[in-house]
T-cell receptor, first 109, second 114 residues
């Protein structure tokens, strides 16, 4: 039970921003929101995580709703190399990550 | 240097055979995992070891037996392989299994059972 809901797929033009949404209405106060992505024929890789505040790193930004029931992963300028399946995961701290179906992002040149 | 490595990358074998997949991490992590990704692309946890001790064993057939000779290695042995075992198997590691956990994944082993 992944506890998150994401669109099955999204499409973006190259060099445009991409907003990947995730709903997690049953999130508890101590759950962290993690984003991983899986490039074709590779293992998943960490992208970003947050608890309550918005977060930025070199790969992406994470915008977390005030009620924490949803979040958005933002890729500021999509490149062809960003085409992947993006997973939004709630991490409780003492269980392994539970991966849902994720969102398959296609980037069009 | 590869953080989490798996061997072999591809494994093709006949039904009924026994095979092993090896995993090594050079990150100094205490916790290691095995995940299975089936043809529908669902990634499911199978096992988790912390400091060589089994801490998570999901509903996996007894034919699957993980072995951790030391903290840096977690091997997966599969007996009497079945067609349904065909999948990509990912090894992963994390510093610990409590607190905020960041998992590092290996490149995967594609197992094909004929």
């Amino acid at each position: 039970d992944a506890k998150t809901t994401q669109p099955n797929s999204m499409e973006s033009n190259e060099e445009e921003p991409v907003h990947l949404p995730c709903n997690h209405s049953t999130i508890s106060g101590t759950d962290y929101i993690h984003w991983y992505r899986q490039l074709p024929s590779q293992g998943p890789e960490y992208v970003i995580h947050g608890l309550t505040s918005n977060v930025n790193n070199r790969m992406a930004s994470l915008a977390i709703a005030e009620d924490r029931k949803s979040s958005t992963l933002i890729l500021h300028r999509a490149t062809l190399r960003d085409a992947a399946v993006y997973y939004c995961i709630l991490e409780t701290g003492n269980t392994p990550l539970v991966f849902g179906k994720g969102t398959r992002l296609s980037v069009i040149a | 240097d590869t953080a989490v490595s798996q061997t072999p990358k591809y494994l093709v074998t006949q039904m009924g055979n026994d095979k092993s997949i090896k995993c090594e991490q050079n990150l100094g992590h205490d916790t290691m995992y095995w995940y299975k990704q089936d043809s529908k692309k669902f990634l499911k946890i199978m096992f988790s070891y912390n400091n060589k001790e089994l801490i998570i064993n999901e509903t996996v057939p007894n034919r699957f037996s993980p072995k951790s000779p030391d903290k840096a290695h977690l091997n997966l042995h599969i007996n009497s392989l079945e067609l349904g075992d065909s999948a990509v198997y990912f090894c992963a590691s994390s510093q610990d299994w409590v607190g905020v956990v960041f998992q590092f994944f290996g490149p995967g082993t594609r197992l094909t059972v004929l």
